[in-house]
């Protein structure tokens, strides 16, 4: 099968630059390198993928595929002749390739531990005001019989003879370019730089055991739903004295059944009968802190909206608080006595069948202009 152009292989212009030809690389590296793609074709694509650019980021090779193409000077050809699987190495090495490449970073130096997350689900009350509560999660923790060695009590772990410590075998390996050295994870330290001869019969040799730990948690008043609480170093512990993880509350708040709420500010509906819409009144509008009363103006039609100010959620930040929007629904009564329609009827006849509305841009003038053809 005849091979693909080079400039087609990595998605690049034939006047592309360094940088442009190693962001492509970078790219494709990161998508078909068979550590992490195990399509049946992902080996093949990552070999076209590094020929392609260690031709092209080569000056004088490149020069001489621009004129030759891949037969290359006196048909001796750019290689791709048989790279092994060994050839790939770990991912890592892709990254060592573009940043700086001084080989991994020492397997024996501080490690930060990782980070956790927990759910916690609160009330809309909960979130509004805040709470200070207890939480027990699942977390490992430094295992206290070998103080995190992974070794037996009175043993130490020794340094890997293999890597002297290094946690890298380098392999040699001959290619159309030259010898060719590439680091891969020492597998008899899995890259650690240590050997553990006796391992601690409490973790198996691992330094940590899985606990479950109650951490204290503080609440802020006026979190909202999706927010997070950071509690730094209650993560994992940190591997070789560095520093443990931290510990992430992402907030879940149950839905209300009366009020929703939007960032700081909170919006109810309340029912009014037709005769306080028309006549105006005085009511009780109940807000997360507490009842407050409310002046209905007479002729407040449905949709109204009022304003309570500051009646809202607090801001989380400290910034004050939100404001309650209160919506107005008429309701029309659907069960009504006799002595109620009569007195309706009689209404209807005063009022001469129609809506009154003194507005001449109101909704009902517009009809009544509609129908008279205007």
């Known amino acids: 099968m005849s091979k693909r152009d080079y400039y087609d292989v990595l998605g690049i212009d034939k006047n592309a630059s360094k ?3 190693k962001k492509a690389y970078r790219k494709l590296a990161r998508k078909y390198h068979p550590d992490v793609n195990k399509e049946t074709d992902a080996p093949d694509k990552f070999k076209e993928a590094k020929e392609a650019y260690e031709v092209l980021n080569n000056d004088q090779k490149r020069a001489q595929y621009d004129q030759f193409g891949h037969a290359g ?3 001796q050809g750019f290689g791709g002749g048989g790279f092994g699987t060994d050839d790939f190495g770990g991912f890592g090495d892709i990254f060592d390739m573009f940043f700086g490449g001084g080989g991994r970073r020492d397997p024996n130096a501080p490690k930060q531990g990782n980070d956790l ?3 916690m689900v609160l009330e809309f009350e909960e979130a509004i005001f805040g709470k200070e509560t207890d939480i027990h999660i699942p977390k490992e923790e430094t ?7 992974g070794a037996k009590p009175g043993t130490s772990p020794e340094t890997c003879k293999h890597c002297k410590g290094s946690g890298q075998m380098h392999v040699e390996q001959n290619t159309p370019f030259g010898r060719v050295v590439n680091k891969r994870v020492c597998h008899h330290c899995n890259g650690t730089g240590k050997e553990i001869k006796e391992k601690c019969t409490t973790c198996n040799g691992n330094g940590t055991v899985k606990k479950r730990k109650k951490i204290h948690i503080s609440i802020p008043a006026g979190i909202d739903d999706g927010q997070q609480i ?3 170093g209650q993560g994992e512990p940190g591997v070789n004295g560095g520093p443990a993880g931290d510990l992430y509350v992402v907030v879940q708040v149950k839905t209300h059944e009366f009020y929703q709420r939007d960032g700081d500010h909170i919006f109810c509906e309340m ?3 037709y005769t306080q819409a028309a006549l105006g009144d005085e009511i009780e509008i109940p807000t997360v802190h507490g009842k ?7 002729g407040t039609q449905t949709g109204k909206t009022f304003r309570l100010k500051g009646k809202g959620a607090p801001n989380v930040r400290g910034y004050g608080n939100g404001d309650q929007h209160v919506k107005m629904r008429v309701i029309t009564p659907t069960k009504l006595t006799t002595k109620q329609k009569e007195l309706l009827r009689e209404f209807n006849e005063i009022s001469g069948n129609e809506p009154a509305d003194e507005n001449e841009d109101s909704f009902f003038s517009r009809v009544k202009r509609a129908f008279k053809g205007e």
């Open 117 to 119: 997350q927990y759910t």
């Open 143 to 149: 295992c206290t019989t070998c103080n995190g060695s």
């Open 292 to 298: 407050v009363k409310l002046k209905i103006p007479a």
């Open 73 to 75: 000077p006196q048909g």
């Open 19 to 21: 940088d442009e030809i």
């Open 271 to 273: 029912p009014l009968t």
């Open 230 to 232: 950071r509690v730094a």
